[in-house]
């Protein structure tokens, strides 16, 4: 019997079942496979189609599930595998098993994956002698939420049950007009985490970081600028987005035991389930097949949609997962490893930075059922009251986000029994989000560091929800790019308990926490360390006197930008997220005001790699959109707005402020 195989794969012998066949240089029995090395089956029955990233890389002519996860396991490259009466597809890429019931033959899984080793220190990185930490010197605790849009109680949101969040903003100070400079995961945290604007680290993908040797590897991100000054770093979750740059930053931002920043060896591994977790990664992030409970698949939402959320039977998770015991889902193992990161520093009484990264609500919106059942029945859910894009709005403002319709259908809405159901898992996942960061605050109270800790609470980037026919992150737009805020800081009482509708930027965040905890503005310098060249501003003045009216005295503008491609895998203004700098076609540059949003999508020179203001093409354009008195209590304000005339002051003003920063690129190249 002679062996099928794709034109990337090479030459395999693969007798008839139950006899051995080679796979790479290693023997392999049919008969004898086990699931020892692979992990699955996941599903079984059905049918089961590829995603667009990925492509079979094997195929073998036996139906053994147990040798075809095997198989998997021995090539390297493997990801996932699926298998059929007949055949065995090991596929390589990054794999979607869409996997569908019915009565189809298909029995699929995924690659265990194998532990890697510990980050290790680069040849060329010292551990610097750290400088003596300031006296009186606060604590921090940062916690930073994936894909959260202000859906909270406290911002006026009354669907969300978000008690823990709502109490952090009684006692601290909640910016109702934050705003991220880029609405995607890895360029936004980039930006925050290093404070530079995304014209400044250049990472407007998946690929490139800060640590780059051509962007700014010897810069210093904000953890990394306590650990240089004595103070205990610790983290877990998703903080930096992964491997950008590659281990969360280990071992730069992060302790790690080094006699001299941690002489107590106090220090402990950066957590991250999944990736530095030994053994099978928990559920929660990628895992949503039938073996995990989901209750939904039994029929309380439309069928196929658990690609993109899950009502999980916790009890049936525990006995699939019995190794992770109370705590199978992975934000729960971050916030265990929190809690385990407060407990150690507690008794030292030193200053610590404390960062907790949570997934949810990103997707799939996969959380326990006890989320969904606290919220109203789905067809009371309310949807979006604008599901058009805005009038007039340029084509490569909108972006084609699938959700339960065919991709890039424009001005053409998810069906509003879809919309219900997926609103509602959005809705639960912020709620199990909550009951994440409650968690980490008892604990921050229990023992007794409230008082001397700065708390900080943000998200991000924004999220749609259906509004302006858009869906997920990854548009300039109000809902894309606003975020949650919220700083509580003990020893500044005029700013407990306020809501200011100051415009202010996530590029903020650096200055404003290290000024906020006593040390002096980082864009000083001093104390042995060179100036950090910083592109935000302090937000401290703010908690001594918050603005209750306009867009405060530190800035009047926030900004952001999004590339986009005019076809990228067959899908028109489809996101790239290994796109470099030359394979854009259009930029993005969007700023809002006290009252107004005003964006201009012009063509991206793949020479200059610089904009060309003023050049539309056939899709870009500018839009002006009045946000008059809106501070987001309303979702529907924000993609409500007809665009208006563009008007010339804010045209030159908006190309002055990003030209400016063309030029020192062009400078610093």
Known sequence: MTTRKSAMAPTVAAPCWGASFIVFGLVLNSAQATYDNCQGPFATGGTDSQSKESKVFLTLNDSNPAACCHACASVPQCSAWTVDDTTCRVKVGQWKLNHKEGNGNITSGFRKPTPGPPPTLPPTYHQPNP????????????????????????????????????????????FQRAYVQFSFCAPSRNSFMTGRRPDRTTCFNFVNHFRDPQIGPLWSSMPEYFKKHGVLTLGAGKTFHPMLPPYYDVPYSWSFGDPGSDPQNLSLPYVSPGTSTPGTPPPGYIDTAALTGC???????????????????MTRLKEVYPDYGEYPLFDQQIVQATVKHLHAVAATKKPF???????????????????????PPTEDIRPPKYNRPPEGSPYAAWHPGGF?????????SVPQEQTKAYRKAYYAAVSFMDSNVGVVLDTLDALDLTSSTLTVFMGDHGWQLGEMDEWRKMTNWELGVRVPLIIRCPWKPHSQGVKTPALVEAVDLFQTITTLVGFPDPTVGGDGFPVQDLQGNSLAPYFDDPPTKGPGSIKTEAYSQFPKQNDHD???????????????????????????????WVLWNKTSLLPEWGNFGAYGGPELYDHTGDFGTDMDVASAKVMLRVCCTHRERHRERHTQRDRQRETER
């Open 570 to 600: 067959g899908i028109p203004f489809g996101v790239c997220t290994k796109c470099g700098l030359p394979d854009w076609d259009y930029f993005g540059y969007s700023v809002r005001n006290d009252n107004y949003r005003y964006t201009e």
């Open 353 to 375: 930075f404390i960062a907790c990264g949570l997934h949810r609500p990103h997707l799939p919106f996969a959380v326990p059922s006890e989320f969904h059942d606290i919220l």
């Open 131 to 174: 400088v003596p930490t300031p006296a009186g010197i606060k604590n921090v605790l940062l916690i930073l939420v994936d894909d959260l849009r202000p859906e909270l109680g406290c911002y006026g949101h009354n669907t969300t049950v978000t008690p823990n969040v709502d109490k952090l903003a009684s006692t601290g100070l909640l």
């Open 295 to 313: 209750s939904n698949k039994s029929g309380e939402a439309i069928a196929g949609d658990m690609q993109h959320w899950c009502s999980y039977n």
């Open 404 to 412: 339960g319709k065919p991709v890039c259908t424009y001005n053409v």
